[in-house]
């Protein structure tokens, strides 16, 4: 069963570790997450974009393939269903469709209008036991069509929006989304220490969390980062070991064209880039 965010959250603030946030394409990345989860035996979060939403078939699709899976392959470990850069219309739609999380991003909004939208995200989400990420700042690049410039976030305003009611708050400390250029400065982890003192005991959300270096990460956990969002390494592992198996001719091998074959490298280099993480991340056994 599908569970909201907040108590593995809470829990992982607590223990000064982080749960992964993984974002997930179609049927192989849901269940290479969902298993290597049971595995680690970690607690997860599978991210699901608006536009991923789309592409796997509408967010009613999406939650009855997670929730088959969840049954089917006997997944015991705590999983919440999260929507990742949801606008006002696509929370709520997913609220309405099964999912247990819904990130409200309002970061384009004026500030007034960011904090009436997530009050309402927020009343919907409770009346049904699920969970609510807000944005302050925007998280820089681009994904699924959602821009952001890269805004370091404001401590007050994130203590403004933490004080609404939200289970967790994303807050930009210069990360990026996608893969970061060489001349990146790395995370603002002052804002960051200084958010935490602002908002206390709020599980902190960093997103963009392909190539930021292994220490700075230990380091934006032990300052109150609870959760760590991550889509783009998965993509890149998935199509080189994609890329590879082509490359080395084995579609022509047998029946190395049908697509459990074809696909299987990539579903084994997103379990093993999973686990990376959730060890990483702290989150083994914690379940
Ligand atoms: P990356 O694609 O940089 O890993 O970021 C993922 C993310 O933040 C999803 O919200």
Redesign the pocket.
């Known amino acids: 069963m599908l569970v909201s965010a907040k108590e593995m959250l809470d829990k992982a603030k607590a223990g000064k570790y982080a749960i992964g946030h993984i974002?997930i394409n179609n049927l192989e990345w849901a269940k290479a997450v969902l298993l290597t989860a049971q595995e680690c035996n970690s607690p997860v979060i599978l991210?699901v974009s608006e536009g991923a939403g789309k592409y796997m078939g509408g967010y009613k699709t999406v939650v009855g393939m997670v929730n088959g899976l969840l049954d089917e392959l006997k997944i015991t470990v705590p999983v919440a269903l999260h929507l990742?850069?949801g606008s006002y219309e696509g929370a709520i739609e997913c609220l309405e469709k099964g999912f247990s999380s819904v990130m409200f991003d309002g970061s384009k909004y004026p500030i007034e209008e960011n904090i009436e939208k997530t009050k309402d995200i927020i009343r919907r989400a409770k009346e049904l036991g699920c969970s609510v990420e807000a944005e302050v700042g925007a998280?820089g690049g681009e994904?699924d069509g959602v821009t952001g410039n890269g805004e370091v976030a404001d401590p007050q305003e994130c203590k403004m929006i933490a004080d609404l009611g939200v289970d967790m708050l994303a807050a930009g400390i210069g990360n990026i989304?996608?893969v970061y250029p060489p001349n990146w400065k790395g995370l603002n982890l002052d804002v960051l220490a200084d958010i935490q003192k602002l908002t206390g005991t709020m599980p902190l959300v960093l997103?963009?969390?392909?190539g930021i270096p292994d220490d700075m990460v230990k380091e934006a956990i032990s300052l109150g980062v609870s959760k760590i969002?991550?889509?783009?390494?998965c993509q890149i592992v998935f199509a080189e070991a994609t890329r590879k198996y082509i490359e080395e001719g084995k579609d022509h091998e047998k029946k190395g064209y049908d697509p459990r074959k074809l696909l299987k490298p990539g579903f084994e280099a997103i379990k093993e880039k999973v686990k990376e993480k959730m060890i990483l991340f702290g989150s083994v056994d914690k379940a």
């Open positions: 974002n991210g990742d850069h998280i994904e989304h996608g997103h963009g969390g392909t969002n991550v889509n783009t390494e």
